[in-house]
């Protein structure tokens, strides 16, 4: 589900508390949240709706003038089962303040490890988390359509798993490219150490 930068104003202000989606199956859930540009969205609540059961309260919860100016807007978004999603808060996005967090307790430590390595074993060509990040590392901007072949990856597979470091707090993305997070960097120093998150030279 995309939310304008405008839109996503709207719901920070109160103005916008819901909207109206026409999709083959829902992109959100009920109770589950929504990462944006601006933040985490709660998603109070996905529920199936009826053209003519869009009531004019609901069509202005949604930034919309009256309930025929929502059917007009949908008429061109393709087919579907329309849904109206109702919104709960707009949360600052938890993956800033991991990429920060670069003491880790023992057991973040081994939970961040078995989570990278999930990621590598459940990879058909390989482990690739290491490789990632060193390339990010090495070339903070670059695109990731360059950067893919440091990595031996398709664009678009390359893509998906940099947003799995992201949601781990390792990377960040920047308008052109990526760079490290200082978790990232924490990380990547520490990888021959005896366990992520301790100094690289704390061996056991």
């Keep these: 589900m995309i939310l304008t ?7 920070r202000a109160g103005a ?3 909207a109206f989606r026409c999709w083959r199956r829902p992109s959100v859930r009920t109770g589950g949240t929504l ?41 061109q978004r393709g087919e579907g089962v329309l849904y109206r999603i109702d919104f709960g808060r707009l949360r600052p996005d938890p993956r800033v303040a991991l990429r920060g967090q ?14 990278l390595d999930r ?16 390339a990010i ?18 664009r678009l ?5 940099v947003r799995k470091l992201k949601a781990l707090g390792l990377t960040e993305s920047l308008e052109v490219g990526y760079r490290l997070s200082p978790r990232g960097h924490a990380v990547l120093a520490a990888w021959d150490g005896a366990a992520i998150g301790e100094p690289a030279d704390d061996r056991r």
């Excluded at 670069?102 to 989570?115: G, I, K, N, V």
């Design 5 to 11: 930068g405008e839109v996503l104003d709207d719901i």
């Design 16 to 18: 916008i508390t819901c």
């Design 35 to 75: 990462l944006t540009a601006a933040g985490q969205l709660e998603i109070l609540a996905v529920v199936p709706i009826a053209r003519a059961d869009i009531s004019e309260a609901d069509a202005r919860r949604a930034g919309y003038a009256s309930a025929a100016a929502v059917v007009a807007d949908l008429s």
């Design 102 to 115: 670069t003491a880790l307790t023992t057991a973040e430590r081994a939970d961040l490890r078995a989570r």
């Design 119 to 134: 990621l590598d074993a459940a990879a058909l060509a390989g482990p690739w988390t290491r490789r990632a990040l060193e």
């Design 137 to 154: 590392r090495g070339h903070e901007g670059r695109r990731a359509a360059d950067l893919c072949r440091e990595v031996g990856q398709e």
């Design 157 to 161: 597979s390359f893509k998906a798993n």
